[in-house]
């Protein structure tokens, strides 16, 4: 990527990878904090999917510890699409990822950087919402064995939808695209999650948690990389 | 070569050879082949549902590295067999489902089980697809569809083996009851009729396939025909 007049001076080189990395996860977050306009929906968002959920199962008693593992996932991969849909449509309205691609960005850093926004938005709202089901549920959601759980499962969610929010911002109904492409990819994220946070809200041992956490991990190496690979083909223009 | 219509073009030749192996297959499943021994009549669309999900799987996988070399060397034929085939694959694995759910009512009493994995797995990969198919469709015609379809069209097979993993797993370690499919022992009554409900469906591929991709080569060509009036 490099044009012989960025080779002239050590100062015009662009940054490395790492680099780049960091400047547009910084450059996402900005805009983020300045607009607030995914946070703070995203986290009214989940917390009205959790009272639709509470009076569509009547979450009580031994009901409660069956479904709430799941309740929880779909409330934040509902959510998490809120940041997704942002997280390129934003892009496109303002028509910046052209000034973006115009430098000498790797397409890799760029996917990676946007990844890594929604995973801290992720996190922003599980930082809201865990607690608070804790609380309106009664339910033992400090578990040690909860803070990979979500981590991992965020980096399945943010990892996959982020390189599917650039596909679905250059189509029509990309609202209704988005959701479409991304659930049936995330079964094992779903699967793995829901299993992993309802054994440690059991208070079960760490081994019986150990192979949803192997599965969720397994699973973000396989997509995360595959998507820095081949984030450049939905961004060419 | 347009000047004298022949009936005897390789397409008609691949037509009219999966047709006489359709008819052959059935025949075999249905007259031929003796009723087995605890799933009585029941086992027989196995002839029918097994090929047809090893050749649904054959489509999607066609499509997943077709997507590849298109990404690679970006030559339309290898998007137009990727399309193709995601959409074979597509209506092969809504087959499969339905054949699948027909033998599972009687053997297993029920028409779908949650806990097995592979019953589960083609469900995701359809789910998958008929995204796919989706973004095509709904994008049109616009420049990127290929490049972005492609990337659809990988990240959905790579997902295959990883859904099959959870779910077996999420199986194992919380016990439902489970089904137990009979394991046939391939023997020679079993395999003749078999082999040949495969070569019918691979043949049927090969011909539906090169259809399609007539089809859309020619649609291709219109659009840009369209395209260039246009800009005159």
Do not use: C
């Not at chain 1, 980096?155 to 650039?166: F, M």
């Not at chain 2, 019953?119 to 789910?127: D, E, K, N, S």
């Amino acid at each position: 990527m490099k044009s012989p007049s960025q080779a002239t001076g050590p100062k015009n080189t662009p940054p490395g990878y790492a680099a780049q990395f960091w400047l547009l996860l910084r450059k996402e977050l900005a805009v983020e904090f300045r607009s607030r306009e995914t946070a703070a929906p995203m986290a009214v968002f989940a917390v009205a999917a959790l009272i639709a959920f509470q009076f569509s199962f009547d979450l009580r008693g031994a009901v409660l510890t069956l479904v709430a593992p799941g309740v929880l996932w779909v409330a934040i991969i509902f959510a998490s699409l809120l940041a997704l849909g942002r997280s390129f449509a934003r892009e496109d309205e303002r028509g910046s990822l052209e000034g973006i691609l115009l430098s000498p960005t790797d397409p890799g850093a760029l996917y990676l950087a946007k990844a890594a926004a929604n995973v801290v938005l992720l996190t922003m709202l599980e930082v809201v919402i865990v607690p608070l089901s804790a609380l309106l549920f009664n339910l033992q959601l400090l578990q040690p064995a909860l803070l990979p759980t979500f981590l991992l499962g965020n980096i399945g969610i943010a990892g996959v939808g982020t390189i599917l929010s650039s596909i679905a911002a250059q189509a029509r109904a990309r609202e209704a695209l988005l959701p479409i492409m991304l659930l049936p990819l995330l079964v094992p994220v779903i699967i793995a999650a829901v299993r992993a946070t309802g054994l440690a809200i059991d208070g079960r041992p760490w081994e019986d948690i150990q192979p949803w956490l192997a599965v969720l991990a397994a699973y973000d190496l396989i997509f995360v990389v595959l998507s820095a690979l081949l984030f450049y083909a939905t961004v060419e223009r | 070569m347009r000047s004298a219509p022949s009936t005897l073009t390789p397409a008609n030749v691949i037509g009219v050879a999966a047709f006489a192996a359709m008819l052959i297959a059935l025949y075999l499943a249905i007259v031929e082949s003796p009723d087995e021994r605890v799933q009585g009549i029941h086992h027989r669309i196995y002839y029918i549902h097994v090929p047809t999900a090893l050749v649904a799987y054959l489509s999607i996988a066609i499509t997943a590295v077709a997507s590849g070399v298109y990404l690679r060397t970006r030559r339309p034929r290898w998007d137009r067999l990727a399309y193709a085939s995601a959409e074979i694959g597509v209506i092969l694995t809504t087959l499969v489902l339905v054949t699948g759910s027909i033998w599972g009512r009687p053997v297993w009493g029920a028409w779908w089980s949650w806990s097995d994995a592979r019953l589960v797995t083609t469900l995701v990969m359809w789910l998958s697809y008929i995204a796919y198919l989706m973004l095509r469709s709904l994008s049109g015609r616009a420049p990127g569809t290929a490049r972005t379809a492609a990337v659809i069209g990988i990240l959905g097979f790579v997902n295959v083996p990883v859904t099959y993993f959870s779910v077996y797993l999420w199986t194992y370690l919380h016990p439902l009851p489970t089904l137990q499919s009979a394991t046939d022992r391939p023997e020679s009554a079993i395999l003749v009729p078999f082999l040949a409900g495969m070569l019918a469906f691979i043949l049927l591929y090969v011909y539906l396939i090169r259809m399609r991709m007539r089809v859309e080569e020619a649609q291709q060509n219109l659009d840009a025909l369209r395209a260039a009036a246009e800009g005159q």
